[in-house]
């Protein structure tokens, strides 16, 4: 049947529809639709091209995903072969090829360089023939890669056909393809949840993403690209820089890194990768380094190049996040939550520009999946002020008789029990507020600023406190017999000034929230959204109390599952939690504040749920959170099933991704604040 020229029409508005919010979406990183009005139009699509297969062409955005599996990958010749670059490692070697451009060129003029990121991802070509997609290559030996065309098709931020006109009749991009850190977690978390195999790095994910014979595989990996450069072109319509080339391929359509920049010699260079290295750990992505090349394609041409590198181009390269050493054994350390975690002892090795002797192995199930050994050699990661982590075991080198690790029966700190509940990763001391450890790290958290808000009693002083004997557990804070002017200014660094300052701070604390009172008691998996939704629900402590006489009821109130419910029940079942409490709000005079429901602006978000991730331009995310409940809304800590919008700003994580796993509402900032102002 020939496909009437109303559907014709509407295949081709449609596909141009779509494109454009492929567009948005994911180079610009602006969706202008939500996600379920994008589902319908991609959904019409689809059943015009099943209901007319004359219609269907190789470019459509529905053929993005599937195809049958490859029996094997081809190989393809790069016509301008992927070079490798020269590496710098100190500002001495920038200064260096500096010196030899302007030499080769016989300047004595500064030379202009194109700056960006080096991506730790997978380098591609993308080749397009009269503005339409047709080939996508990996790097390979520079000379010959492998045909990833299937996978890479996958990839939304790739565009099928170019955008606008004036395009070379062959062009070819290349570029980076990466996968973002947050989905790279998000994937890893729901693999270890299907107790499937996680990858190592979002490298080793981007590599093992790309070299599948099924595109099924790879469309479900979070896979993105930003290109950086040009292979072959027949035909005019590039400017003469670098710089500019990149700006046009954007105006095609192609997603360009947006910290590239143009510098000005070797302190240009140098002040570039200052910059962008104190950024590093706050990016979305990670990289390695960052890449300089002489801008002017005249200049490059005359540069040329030796056997393996470009003259006019290197790579600044960023200290190694990852190194090998040896593990030589195991600490176990003991958290606020009574939490017995695995540290490793490692032979001493430089990471990232520091010297590294421990790293964390985060539980005893990690442990036991990575089989990690005293006497392995280990591969270990630190980027940024993130602790260090064992990532992997070298198995080959594994020596005879390194001994296996087990969990110990006693805690490390006090001597009692440890536990393991079924079904759980992590291990704890029995003994709560009476072990020493969580004794500290308990009070610690009770006069955070989030809970009590105690200023000037830091952790240093806690400790000293503990040590002394003179505090135990939170109800010693506001005992006089205890804690006085006298005896903290005979504290370390301490004087009476300081010691008056902080009594203050103590008496100005007695007069609390219910929700922050309920924040500070550290009661497992109540964060500062749950304790709200508790104080909401409860009105007081005592209502909330008798509750746990009926678990059930826990469950009732937003944000509580069985598992969250448990632990409140628990924590208020231990005879010793309610003395703490009874001495707190009796004899020591803290005075919890009954929740009194907020005066609503208006009831325009009336038994709506919302959750508020990343970083908001407009107001903070307390504002966001404030501006909600005054309206009537609910804020939860967490997606789930019940949620009913997530507003989302830069730098969104997990919570983003799962939110749209499972079709949530998004919404970006614009889009709240007209629904505020609605």
């Not at 750990?281 to 040329?304: P, T």
């Not at 070298?394 to 110990?408: D, F, N």
């Amino acid at each position: 049947m020939n496909a009437p020229d109303k559907a014709r029409r509407r295949v081709d508005a449609l596909r141009e529809e779509i494109r454009n919010h492929d567009y948005q979406y994911y180079v610009l990183d602006n969706p202008e639709v939500p996600d379920a009005e994008y589902d319908r139009l991609f959904r019409e699509l689809v059943e015009l091209e099943s209901a007319y297969p004359e219609l269907l062409i190789a470019d459509s955005p529905t053929q993005r995903v599937g195809g049958a599996p490859l029996g094997e990958f081809s190989q393809v010749e790069h016509a301008v072969p992927m070079l490798s670059l020269d590496n710098a490692f100190s500002p001495d070697e920038v200064v260096a090829f500096d010196r030899r451009v302007r030499e080769r060129l016989e300047s004595e003029a500064d030379i202009h360089y194109a700056a960006e990121p080096k991506l730790d991802g997978m380098a591609i070509s993308l080749r397009y023939e009269h503005g339409t997609f047709v080939q996508a290559a990996t790097r390979g030996d520079g000379r010959t890669g492998e045909d990833v065309t299937h996978n890479v098709k996958t990839i939304k931020a790739v565009p099928m056909s170019l955008r606008g006109q004036g395009f070379p009749t062959v062009l070819e991009v290349r570029g980076e393809v990466y996968m973002p850190l947050a989905g790279f977690e998000a994937m890893n978390a729901e693999a270890r949840r299907a107790g499937e195999k996680t990858f190592a790095n979002p490298r080793n994910a981007t590599a093992g993403s790309l070299r599948q014979l099924d595109p099924r595989i790879a469309a479900k990996r979070p896979l993105t690209m930003f290109v950086y450069g040009i292979g072959e072109v027949q035909g005019e319509g590039l400017p003469g820089t670098h710089s500019g080339t990149l700006a046009q391929l954007a105006a095609w359509g192609f997603r360009i890194c947006p910290e590239n920049d143009v510098v000005t010699g070797a302190a240009g260079c140098i002040a570039y990768y200052e910059r962008i290295g104190a950024r590093r750990d706050q990016m979305a992505y990670e990289i390695d380094g960052v890449v300089f090349k002489v801008d002017a394609y005249a200049q490059q041409r005359e540069l040329g190049f030796v056997s393996r590198a470009p003259r006019w181009a290197i790579a600044n390269k960023f200290p190694a996040q990852e190194e090998l050493t040896i593990m030589k054994g195991v600490d176990w350390q003991v958290g606020r939550t009574g939490a017995v975690t695995p540290v490793a002892r490692l032979e001493p090795v430089m990471v990232g520009g520091v010297t590294v002797a421990n790293a964390t192995l985060h539980n005893i199930d990690e442990l036991e999946r990575k089989d990690v050994r005293v006497g392995d050699t280990v591969v270990v990661r630190r980027a940024g002020d993130v602790i260090p982590e064992v990532v992997r075991v070298v198995i080959k080198r594994r020596q005879k008789g390194a001994k296996k690790i087990s969990l110990p029966r006693e805690c490390p700190v006090c001597g009692s029990e440890v536990v393991r509940a079924e079904g759980e990763a992590v291990a704890r001391c029995s003994a709560g507020l009476y072990c020493e450890a969580q004794r500290k790290e308990a009070l610690k958290h009770f006069v955070s600023r989030k809970a009590m808000d105690i200023e000037g009693l830091g952790s240093k002083l806690i400790e000293q406190l503990v040590d002394a004997g003179r505090i135990s557990t939170p109800a010693d804070l506001f005992d006089g017999t205890r804690i006085n002017v006298e005896i903290l200014a005979s504290m370390d660094r301490m004087g009476e000034k300081s010691a008056s300052n902080l009594m203050a701070a103590i008496e100005a604390s007695r007069d609390v929230t219910l929700s922050r009172f309920l924040f500070a008691l550290g009661i497992r998996e109540v964060g500062e959204a749950t304790a709200e939704n508790l104080a909401v629900h409860f009105g007081s402590l005592e209502s909330l109390i008798k509750a746990c006489n009926d678990p059930e009821s826990l469950v009732r109130v937003q944000d509580v599952g069985p598992i969250v419910a448990e632990h409140i029940r628990a924590f208020f079942s231990e005879e010793h939690n309610l003395d703490v409490i009874r001495k707190l709000t009796g004899e020591h005079g803290v005075r919890i504040q009954t929740f009194q429901p907020a005066q609503y602006e208006s009831e325009a978000f009336a038994n709506q749920s919302f959750v508020v991730t990343g970083t908001l331009s407009a107001m903070s995310r307390d504002d966001a959170k404030a501006a909600i409940k005054q309206r009537g809304g609910k804020v939860s800590g967490s997606v789930s099933r019940k949620t009913n919008f997530l507003v989302y700003g830069e730098k969104a994580g997990s919570k983003l991704e799962k939110a749209r796993e499972l079709g949530i509402p998004l919404l970006n900032e614009a889009d709240f604040l007209k629904m505020l102002d609605g």
